[in-house]
């Protein structure tokens, strides 16, 4: 850029003096303006009154780069070269521009014809003397797009938490007052927006928490550790409780100070009642355990005082009454574990005391005399009784968990549970397994097997179906479980509504080890139940 154009003889006071400083000072400009990395182009003003007139007589590299032109293609031309431009709002604000004053901002402009890049450009001009006028412009194309961007993607998340329905989402202040408030909270605290912004989150918490100061203990610890979790009664606007899991996550900015807090809350109710009816189940269960105990201890007490003038007989039941104790008691160790291990135990411990307690019996009618016929019968009922119980224990251990299932595996258990669902409801049943064998480990093997218990009892129940066929096959990583049947077929939206515990059930089976269950039916059709689990990566068939 040459100084001459800027002062040159058509500059006011160019014929002043001037200081040597100012002229070294002076001298630097064009050295400065060439380097700016912002655009500058000067326009001479042949005719102030006609824009098109206006001649660009210099301009900086940095004017040729952004415009996507060279300084020779610009340097010459009047903006009649340029009518794209001539048509934009820009040139009606330079004749104020022309007058003497201070830099005018002409705001953004969208633009780009053959020689200049399209884009949008932040343009300001400034009167330099008479008859020159300096343009500055930046390319600022990319800097809106970037806030376009963001504040699409601001709006995209205030859209998505603002329309999140099944969680209270909402942020506070760093004194705990409430600033943000979703669907989700309305939905769930019972208060709009406008009624809870600016109060203290305190107010969702019982009086009980209030008195331990719970509310800001909870805020002070996710400020000291990032984020704090917590499980609680708290309290709607009209006063009605809740159980609720809660997460507070402290947010604070780049240089670490603390902004606010971001609280989720997610109402658990129904999982902690569902928790509490699972551990009344299994208190019940454990009653009936205790209950049986005892009446075979019973039993066993007045077997050994009907026996007790026979010395020989009473050792043998002294020591049949010690193993039912010792299952007695081993039964009551194990009343907390699974139900395979009960099972287990139920068929091998229990069933192989009655089969000796039979013999003894048996061993004992023998050695009874012909008068002894009151202890005879006593000693026939006895071993009734135990044939019974066996019979009795077989079922509930079967029912608890199927030797089969440990002895030979999921498909011979597969197998088993057709020919015994078929025997007993006359519905056709079959089992169709992959060609090459499928390994799967315990966990895998009992979901299936449960699923497809479950899935028989709901066609016994209601399908009214003459025909089952279950199909097991492996596909890439996922093992693949159907079960079909021909009978009068069920609307799943339906069920659900209902909440059918079976149909909850098998999809917690199948949720548990990532994967899905599908129910497809339709009246009339039949209906289809599809179970889709992965495989571990170890796992081969």
């Given at each position: 850029m040459n100084a001459r154009r800027i002062a040159g003889s058509e500059t006011p006071d160019s014929d002043s003096a001037i200081p040597s400083l100012d002229q070294t000072i002076l001298a630097l400009y064009p050295d400065l303006l060439r380097e700016l990395p912002i655009g500058f182009v000067l326009l001479l003003l042949e005719d102030p009154s006609d824009p098109k007139t206006f001649r660009v007589v210099d301009a900086n590299r940095a004017a040729a780069a952004i415009t996507g032109s060279t300084t020779q293609e610009l340097l010459g031309r009047t903006l009649a070269d340029f009518p794209k431009l001539l048509e934009t709002t820009i040139p009606g604000g330079w004749p104020k521009a022309i007058r003497p004053g201070e830099v005018r901002d002409l705001g953004e402009l969208s633009y780009g014809d053959e020689r200049i890049q399209e884009g949008v450009y932040s343009v300001r001009v400034f009167p330099l003397s008479s008859n020159f006028l300096g343009v500055a412009f930046e390319d600022i194309t990319d800097r809106k797009l970037a806030e376009r961007i963001l504040r699409d993607s601001e709006e995209r998340f205030r859209l998505l938490v603002d329309g999140v329905q099944e969680y209270a989402i909402f942020q506070l202040d760093p004194m705990g007052h409430v600033a943000s408030w979703n669907a989700?909270?309305?939905?769930?605290?019972?208060?709009?927006?406008?009624?809870i912004i600016g109060k203290h989150f305190s107010v969702f918490y019982p009086q009980e928490d209030l008195l331990i100061d719970k509310p800001q203990n909870l805020v002070a610890k996710a400020a000291r550790h990032g984020q704090s979790?917590?499980?609680?009664?708290?309290?709607?606007?009209?006063?009605?409780?809740?159980?609720?899991n809660v997460v507070i996550t402290a947010l604070r900015d780049p240089k670490g100070n603390l902004l606010g807090f971001a609280k989720l809350t997610r109402d658990a109710t129904e999982r902690r009642e569902k928790e509490e009816a699972l551990t009344k189940a299994k208190e019940l269960l454990e009653l009936r355990i205790e209950q049986r105990t005892t009446v075979l201890t019973r039993v066993n007490q007045e077997l050994r005082t009907e026996i007790a003038e026979r010395e020989r007989a009473e050792e043998q039941l002294r020591a049949s009454l010690d193993?039912?104790?010792?299952?007695?008691?081993?039964?009551?160790?194990?009343?907390?574990?699974?139900?395979?291990?009960?099972?287990?135990?139920?068929h091998d411990e229990l069933g192989q005391a009655c089969t000796a307690i039979k013999m003894d019996l048996a061993l004992i009618g023998r050695r009874l005399t012909k008068k002894q016929t009151q202890l005879r019968t006593k000693v026939e009922l006895a071993i009734q009784l135990v044939d019974s119980m066996i019979v009795t224990l077989r079922r509930i251990a079967s029912e608890l968990r199927p030797r089969t299932l440990d002895d030979l595996g999921l498909p011979a258990a597969l197998e088993a549970q057709a020919q015994e669902f078929e025997s007993r409801?006359?519905?056709?049943?079959?089992?169709?397994?992959?060609?090459?064998?499928?390994?799967?480990?315990t966990e895998r093997s009992t979901a299936i097997f449960r699923i497809f218990q479950e899935s028989l009892t709901n066609v016994a129940r209601h399908a009214h179906a003459t025909r089952v066929e279950a199909r097991l096959e492996r596909e890439n990583d996922r093992v693949i479980f159907?079960?079909?049947?021909?009978?009068?077929?069920?609307?799943?939206?339906q069920a659900r509504e209902h909440k059918s515990l079976g149909l909850l059930g098998m999809q917690e089976r199948a949720?548990?080890?990532?994967?899905?269950?599908?129910?497809?039916?339709?009246?009339?059709?039949?209906?289809?139940?599809?179970?889709t689990i992965p495989l571990f990566p170890s796992v081969t068939g």
């Amino acid at each position: 850029m040459n100084a001459r154009r800027i002062a040159g003889s058509e500059t006011p006071d160019s014929d002043s003096a001037i200081p040597s400083l100012d002229q070294t000072i002076l001298a630097l400009y064009p050295d400065l303006l060439r380097e700016l990395p912002i655009g500058f182009v000067l326009l001479l003003l042949e005719d102030p009154s006609d824009p098109k007139t206006f001649r660009v007589v210099d301009a900086n590299r940095a004017a040729a780069a952004i415009t996507g032109s060279t300084t020779q293609e610009l340097l010459g031309r009047t903006l009649a070269d340029f009518p794209k431009l001539l048509e934009t709002t820009i040139p009606g604000g330079w004749p104020k521009a022309i007058r003497p004053g201070e830099v005018r901002d002409l705001g953004e402009l969208s633009y780009g014809d053959e020689r200049i890049q399209e884009g949008v450009y932040s343009v300001r001009v400034f009167p330099l003397s008479s008859n020159f006028l300096g343009v500055a412009f930046e390319d600022i194309t990319d800097r809106k797009l970037a806030e376009r961007i963001l504040r699409d993607s601001e709006e995209r998340f205030r859209l998505l938490v603002d329309g999140v329905q099944e969680y209270a989402i909402f942020q506070l202040d760093p004194m705990g007052h409430v600033a943000s408030w979703n669907a989700g909270a309305a939905r769930l605290k019972g208060y709009t927006s406008e009624e809870i912004i600016g109060k203290h989150f305190s107010v969702f918490y019982p009086q009980e928490d209030l008195l331990i100061d719970k509310p800001q203990n909870l805020v002070a610890k996710a400020a000291r550790h990032g984020q704090s979790e917590d499980e609680g009664w708290r309290i709607r606007k009209d006063g009605s409780r809740f159980w609720a899991n809660v997460v507070i996550t402290a947010l604070r900015d780049p240089k670490g100070n603390l902004l606010g807090f971001a609280k989720l809350t997610r109402d658990a109710t129904e999982r902690r009642e569902k928790e509490e009816a699972l551990t009344k189940a299994k208190e019940l269960l454990e009653l009936r355990i205790e209950q049986r105990t005892t009446v075979l201890t019973r039993v066993n007490q007045e077997l050994r005082t009907e026996i007790a003038e026979r010395e020989r007989a009473e050792e043998q039941l002294r020591a049949s009454l010690d193993q039912l104790r010792a299952l007695a008691a081993r039964l009551q160790s194990v009343r907390e574990e699974e139900r395979t291990s009960i099972a287990r135990e139920i068929h091998d411990e229990l069933g192989q005391a009655c089969t000796a307690i039979k013999m003894d019996l048996a061993l004992i009618g023998r050695r009874l005399t012909k008068k002894q016929t009151q202890l005879r019968t006593k000693v026939e009922l006895a071993i009734q009784l135990v044939d019974s119980m066996i019979v009795t224990l077989r079922r509930i251990a079967s029912e608890l968990r199927p030797r089969t299932l440990d002895d030979l595996g999921l498909p011979a258990a597969l197998e088993a549970q057709a020919q015994e669902f078929e025997s007993r409801t006359g519905i056709h049943c079959s089992v169709i397994f992959p060609k090459k064998p499928l390994t799967l480990d315990t966990e895998r093997s009992t979901a299936i097997f449960r699923i497809f218990q479950e899935s028989l009892t709901n066609v016994a129940r209601h399908a009214h179906a003459t025909r089952v066929e279950a199909r097991l096959e492996r596909e890439n990583d996922r093992v693949i479980f159907q079960v079909f049947d021909n009978g009068s077929g069920f609307d799943p939206a339906q069920a659900r509504e209902h909440k059918s515990l079976g149909l909850l059930g098998m999809q917690e089976r199948a949720l548990l080890l990532n994967g899905s269950l599908k129910v497809e039916g339709q009246r009339g059709a039949g209906t289809t139940l599809t179970l889709t689990i992965p495989l571990f990566p170890s796992v081969t068939g």
